[in-house]
């Protein structure tokens, strides 16, 4: 009886993957986002990495999974050290685990620790959504408009 149980509940679970993938193919990622993603949407920030807006993401993430189906949520407790504030955080999209990744949030003064970990989950949904490829052909043009790959040549003098 438990082989048979567990048969089932396999067979669910490949099912649950075989829905998740027909929802989330290529072509809708594509389409869906050709109409969201503007080139205003993206910033880079201080370290020269490229973030696209948490509101797209949401509505990105809305629509290909409708409200409901998707959840971020953090896996450890808030780690803060002397300006950084760090979280991991999961992105499950029906019912199954998509990407993992950090939030990362700096502050200067302490009475800005809560609004960083605001942007610290925002840093996470951002990244989750990279890790998932959406937006990447809009990633690889904003890079090739706006971003110049500069590395300083160091010589140091004896």
């Not at 993603?37 to 920030?45: P, Y």
């Not at 807006?53 to 803060?80: D, H, M, R, T, Y």
């Not at 003064?109 to 809560?114: P, V």
């Not at 959504?129 to 959406?134: D, F, N, P, V, W």
Request: glycine share 4%; hydrophobic share 35%.
């Amino acid at each position: 009886m438990n082989s048979s149980v567990f048969i089932n509940q396999s067979n669910a679970a490949n099912q649950n993957q075989e829905k998740f993938h027909k929802k989330f193919d290529s072509v809708t990622c594509q389409k869906t986002t050709n109409s969201y993603v503007n080139f205003r949407d993206f910033s880079i920030t201080n370290g020269g990495v490229v973030i696209l807006n948490e509101s797209v993401c949401i509505k990105i993430l809305n629509c290909i999974f409708g409200p409901g189906n998707w959840l971020l949520a953090f896996k450890c407790l808030l780690q803060i050290y002397k300006c950084l504030v760090l979280r991991k955080y999961s992105l499950i999209c029906d019912n199954n685990l998509v990407s993992r990744c950090f939030g990362v949030g700096k502050f200067y003064f302490e009475e800005a620790i809560f609004s960083t970990i605001i942007h610290c989950e925002a840093s996470a949904l951002s990244r989750c959504c990279k890790h998932l490829g959406i937006a990447v052909n809009k990633w690889d043009e904003f890079k090739l408009k706006y971003c110049s790959n500069y590395s300083p040549n160091y010589n140091p003098s004896y």
